[in-house]
Nanobody, 118 residues
Framework: VQLQASGGGLVQPGGSLRLSCATSGSFFSINDMGWYRQAPGKQRELVATITNGGRTNYEDSVKGRFTISRDGANAKKTVYLKMNSLKLEDTAVYYC???????????WGQGTQVTVSS
């Protein structure tokens, strides 16, 4: 089981990025998926989550700017994070995760760097 995150990069304040996280391998059943981020010198924080039924939840500072979605139409499940109106404080390494419902195991992606800078 692997999660492959992509889409990070360097963007100016006010810009946009779309992160993707594709799963591969054998999950029994994917339940929640989401994104965390970790800025230098700070603890990892939860950014957004999406349940298997499509219910979403966001950290307060990203509400109205970030949108999480997932594609479960085929065996390769992918979670996305569309980030608009990016701010300097959004700079961090972003990590995706997926929870296996049956084994209750949380799988992590490798992280993708997002840098917001003028």
């Amino acid at each position: 089981v692997q999660l492959q995150a992509s889409g990070g990069g360097l963007v100016q304040p006010g810009g946009s990025l779309r992160l993707s996280c594709a799963t591969s391998g054998s999950f029994f059943s994917i339940n929640d998926m989401g994104w965390y981020r970790q800025a230098p010198g700070k603890q990892r924080e939860l950014v957004a989550t999406i349940t298997n039924g499509g219910r979403t939840n966001y950290e307060d500072s990203v509400k109205g700017r970030f949108t999480i979605s997932r594609d479960g139409a085929n065996a390769k499940k992918t979670v996305y994070l569309k980030m608009n109106s990016l701010k300097l404080e959004d700079t961090a390494v972003y990590y995706c995760y997926a929870d296996d419902l049956i084994t209750t195991t949380r799988y992590w992606g490798q992280g993708t760097q997002v840098t917001v800078s003028s």
